[in-house]
């Protein structure tokens, strides 16, 4: 069995929820020190290891990056505390897995990897670094003192398919905007509508598919709909990583067969173009009387007048969605008007150009508030330099094919790392395959770690 897999069984029995990886820590600390390896942490616990060089003529450092904290998932009947208790591990079928509760592949094959490189042959000198929450927050590494660090080549070790190399993950901020309603008496009988079975898709992965958010699909609608109507409310939110598939509005009209009429042509022609088959909604009549939005048709046009999904797609990387935007959460209920919309890019210069168009877009006044929380910053790699190069070559010596070079629409911690290095730095994301990661069926494939570890070994060989 390969170092890191031995390395991975003792890490297991280490509890190391997400905010609590202290134990860890120490052990890392502890192992460090067996070493003789220098050691820092900084104010948030995040430590970096610092490794000489051996047998290597290059004084260039390389930055090995995994994370601390795991993903605790267990099964109803489990008794595990994950704070105090080890996980029962066992082999299965050439994986090895966690009875009843997730097991903490991700990120602890990453230490285990970047633990056992110290041991290769031949390795340039190492900055090893762990931080603490990655999965609840990037709090560590949004948080980390970069002043640790030297150096300009960077080594992920947090993927899932031996057979990719990932050079890009987007960058992405939560902006919020808020606006005081009036209320007026309604005119007209008011009803319910539901728009439903839109296809749920992932926000990150998937927004270039051609399916659509049913919240911008309902406001597309009203904006171009010029019979008199009038909004009482409009509610949806969902998980901030989903695109909306459902939107509740209850709204008067004065003819409500011009508008469900209107609404079933419309969303007809949405079919014919979209990847939504299943699309429909249902008006009820209802006999709450609720007072109406005053400005309904302001909002309307503001909200129409963004666009959704795809912004722009990667002049360097082949299919990759660069700049987009998600809205998922609209709430027109009592006196307060919310959206809360979600854009990711790994291209920054575009992306700082997109909050500030965004913020121009609504009125400053007294009663929008326009805030930007949350921001993490994009990375997207040239897929010529040199790291990616030699990583080619070492994953088609190994596995006997090309690896595939990959970028994601969604973040990795090589994103803060590459942001905070400055210009120049080139960053890579490898790892085992893994599956159904951060549930209880998790699993680690026990070859592909043997294989990632001889790829690592050959990477850090030719960087010597």
Not at 375 to 396: M, S, V
């Amino acid at each position: 069995m390969s170092k890191s897999l031995e390395l991975f069984k003792e890490i297991t029995q280490i509890p190391r929820p997400s905010k609590k990886e202290w134990k860890i820590r120490e052990y890392l600390i502890s192992w460090a020190e067996s070493k003789g390896f220098e050691y820092k942490t900084d104010k948030i616990w995040n430590l970096v290891v610092y490794v000489l060089g051996k047998n290597c003529k290059s004084l260039e450092c390389v930055i090995l990056q995994s994370h601390m904290d795991m993903v605790c998932v267990k099964t109803p009947d489990s008794k595990l505390d994950f704070e105090t208790d080890s996980l029962d591990i066992y082999e299965e079928d050439g994986f090895i897995k966690a009875r009843d509760t997730s097991l903490g592949a991700d990120n602890w094959i990453g230490i285990a990897l970047a633990m056992s490189a110290v041991d290769f042959e031949s390795h340039p000198p190492m900055e090893l670094v762990f931080t603490v929450d990655e999965e609840q927050g990037m709090s560590g590494i949004l948080n980390l003192d970069f002043n640790l660090l030297s150096w300009k080549k960077v080594i992920n070790i947090d993927s899932e398919n031996e057979d990719e190399i990932c050079i890009s993950s987007a960058g992405w901020a939560r902006i919020n905007v808020t606006k005081n309603l009036a209320r007026i008496a309604w005119k007209f009988t008011q009803y319910n509508l539901i728009i439903s079975w839109m296809k749920w898709w992932h926000s990150w992965i998937e927004i270039h598919k051609n399916h659509w958010n049913a919240i911008k699909l309902l406001i597309d609608f009203l904006y171009e709909y010029s019979f008199p109507y009038e909004i009482a409310n409009i509610i949806w939110w969902i998980a901030d990583n989903v695109i909306p598939s459902e939107v509740q509005m209850i709204f008067g009209t004065k003819n409500i067969e011009v508008f469900e009429d209107s609404l079933k042509k419309y969303i007809l022609e949405l079919k014919e173009k979209l990847d939504c088959p299943d699309i429909t909604f249902k008006i009820t009549k209802i006999d709450t009387i609720l007072p109406v939005i005053e400005d309904s048709d302001f909002i309307i046009s503001r909200i129409h007048d963004i666009k959704v999904g795809v912004i722009a797609m990667s002049k360097k990387i082949a299919n990759l969605v660069e700049t987009s935007i998600n809205l998922w959460i609209i709430n027109l209920e009592w006196n307060i008007f919310e959206l809360t919309y979600l854009p990711r890019s790994s291209n920054m210069e575009e992306f700082d150009k997109l909050l500030i168009k965004l913020e121009n877009h609504f009125p400053i006044t007294d009663d929008y508030i326009f805030t930007i929380n949350s921001k993490y910053p994009g990375w997207q790699d040239n897929p010529e330099w040199e790291l990616i190069k030699i990583a080619t070559e070492e994953f088609l010596k190994t596995t006997w094919k090309n690896p595939e070079i990959i970028a994601i629409h969604a973040w990795l911690e090589c994103w803060a790392l590459v942001a905070w290095l400055g210009e120049w730095t080139s960053a890579i994301s490898i790892g085992p395959n893994m599956h159904d990661i951060h549930s209880t069926n998790e699993r680690l494939e026990i070859a592909s770690v043997e294989k990632i570890e001889k790829i690592l070994e050959g990477i850090l060989g030719k960087l010597s």
